[in-house]
């Protein structure tokens, strides 16, 4: 049985990887190989946030029954919210007891609590065999020992860390320990909080990536200075707020550099601009550290403009082969010359983004369309020579820049585009290369801007390169087109007119109405099929196509009866009744798999319930659909179990029969209920739901004062609108509003939610979070929760979402149907508006990886709220946002410069977010968006 034995030490090391460190303990028995193969771990992994993970203490446990003589390679730690009274003790004798063998590479991913402190144990500092170690996040270090030294670490990357000792020497004293590090990482850093010596000082360090967490909008930014000596220093990325100034910069070594920085309020790049109280910083010593740089990125137009207002301080870049700046639309190129006049030795020049904006022409200067001839037929030769903007002159810094490729990221093909090109093709005289990366067009636009380009007058060398990029998942910024519907498959019959039979002739009488009658020898299945596609009214009057289609028209499993229009004259009405009453009484015991009546208005209720009463007569129903606002039904109770086989039934009623009701079904899996006009109604006494088979609830109503059984366990999706009325929100809003005893009839809400605790997606109105608001106290835990959508509203407010976030223990998507809401000092760190010190961690618990917001309007408030969520879901690996259709009323969209900025704010966050970002347009603000 010993079939392992045979296999390689690798082969039997990695299924021992796969296992938990107790269970391949346990599982060493296995084989007589297994005992001492087990001596070396590939991973050992920790993640609270996974389901079946269990707690720390179990996987502390485990780790203990592992031999002493156990090597460990790779160890990862991500525990969130609480895990039991001992959770930081826990977690420190679990480090204390992993370091000790062999750990090569240790992530900590650990977010601490407001309630309290928590300190690495001192081991993780003076391990000897670390080669990676990743710390993070909201995670405070206020003290690295005396005796700190990490050896053979090669790569350090903190995350959200902040490091607040007294003596403002705790990072430094980090870097010293490490007397090999290669690389550092520095993410979602906040300098300003920061107690240090605003200094990064290391001579080994390769690489460096420092990324602060307010990159943009922040706009109460104080630095002093920052300083860099890192001679060994290769390859930098630093994103960043600019301080005041930088005092030293030693990057001699610097091989390739992206720099961002972002200018924030209150801040400005010369005294001339400034206003008073204003920041000016300096960015000179900055500039000036980066000459020896091969590769050069400005991936920020604040970061080109900054070069601008220094253009004395840039130096001349001998070993500069690839440029690449930063561009929009309303952004000039002043900087461009002195750019371009410093690298003796450039052959590479990218520009990120579209061609050159002339701002003294203004927002109309150009059209949106590719250029053709025909547009200007009757423009002059001069008129095509003119320079394009003051700050150009005549591009004459062109012809001493020995640019081989160039290589333009976002290029439409108007005609003030092309005058740019004809210039690069015609005073960069060694250029071999152009780039042109472009929309995803119609065959003859491409055609078109093909041709336009390949036109201009080149050097014979010069090759020009097209690519057409659709919008794709994956890339930083996505721009999706949604509009229209998905085609469908449909069936279409064409019948004889009827419009020259009499009342009472039928189509089959004499010889010619035979040769008319194509449909009689067809099989009564098929006959049957074809009814089933009309509406029961066209059925029946379709009926006098065929001899044989009255019989087989009592057959037709699906009845659809509407008796909208029918509301004119009484004796239509009465001829609508009757013509239910025929048709039902000519179903007979026939099966009927699908039923729908819908009675607006006109037609008596006890006519309604006599047809309802139907129902035993009705013992294969499957789908019930009662469209009408005054039918009874007697009870629910009573009349739900005369359909046995009832699988989906949607109801709209104006109020429950009974002050006390009780839906209950065996069969029932697909449930929507409508209240309608319940606004005007009291609030039901109680409701009780029974229905273990349900897997869909819809239900729309007033909130129940109580809500003594409710039985739907296998619920997988629920969409809940439980309103309050007015009064109710004001009494909810007001101060202790815990002894408002219409209030405290209302707080038995949670009883419906816990009765649903094992949804799987959940849809809920603002009215509903309102409701929650009441009881959250007795909030259940959805532990099953993947999706969750909200609708939102001006009025009402998030008082429930704190709450009902935390609840949430594996939620993955979150929806939130607009960002507008009434803010109460409730709501929690679910929005902006509530000072910090006030909110609580609902956010940054919450494991949500998706989120998508709906109905945007491009307002700052959104963009505000926007960044929020990025800053505080930790988990985010994916933002959508979808702009909200144009209405009646004017959107913030529609706002001249608007597209521009939300673009600008949207390339920032997925820049310096993990998460991407997407900006997803619809119908009339497609072409407009697609311009950008």
Known sequence: MDRISSLSNDIISNIVSFLSAKDAAVASVLSKRWQNIYTIVPNLEFDNTLENQGSLTDFLNGLLALPASTRIKNVSIKRRGRDGPNRDADLNRFLCNVLKRGVLKLKLDIWVTLDGRYSLPVEVFTCKTLVELELGSILQIDLVPENALLPALKTLIIDAVQFSDQSGCAFQKLLSSCPVLVELRMLNVQWEHWQWSRRVSSPTLEKLTMNHRYHFGNTYYDM???????????????????????????????????????????????????????????VTNLIKGLRNVETLNLSSTDTVAAFYFSNEAIPVFENLHRLSIATEREFCWRTLPYLLKKPPNLESLVIGGPLHYNYQLGDGYESEEIYSEDDDEEESESDGDEPICECLSDYSFLESCLVKTVEISEYSGTKIELKHMKHFLEKLSCLELVKVFSHERDEEEHVQLRTNLLNLPRSSKCKTQFEFIPPQEGSSWVLRREGGSASSAAAIFFLPDLSGAGAGESLSDGADAEKMDLFSSLPDEVLCHILSFLTTKEAALASVVSKRWRNQFALVPNLDIDEEGKREREEILLSFMDFVDNVLALQADSPIKKFSLKCKTGVHPRRLDAWARLGPVLPMLKTLIIDSAWIRCDTIETFLPTFPVLEELSMSINEWPDWDETVTSASLRKLSIFTIGCENFSNPKSISFDIPSLVYFEYYDMVAEDYPKVNLTSVVEARISLLLDQDQIKRGRAPNNDEDDVLLRLRNGWKLMSGIRNVQKLYISLDTLQVLSLCCKSMPVFNNLKLLSVKTAENEGWEGM????????HLETLVFEGLRHFV?????????????????????????????????????RE??????????FRCLEKVEIYAEEKGRTRTDLEVPGMFELIARMLRLYNEFYSCDVQFLVRSSLDKKWTAQ
């Open 224 to 282: 002093e200075g920052i300083t860099f000596d890192t001679p060994s220093l290769t390859s930098l990325k630093y994103y960043d707020l600019p301080p005041k100034s930088y005092p030293t910069v030693n990057l001699d070594s610097l091989v390739e550099a992206t720099i961002s920085l972002t200018l924030p309020l209150h801040h400005a790049w010369t005294g001339k601009h400034a206003r008073r109280g204003d920041t000016v910083p300096s």
């Open 802 to 809: 704190p709450v009902l976030l935390r609840n949430c223990p």
């Open 824 to 860: 109460t000092n409730k709501c929690g760190d679910a929005c902006d508006y509530v000072s910090r010190e006030d909110k609580g961690r609902s956010l940054v618990s919450c494991p949500v990886k998706k989120l998508q917001i709906k109905g945007f309007r491009g307002t700052i």
């Open 863 to 872: 963009l505000e709220m926007i960044k929020h969520f990025l800053y505080s």
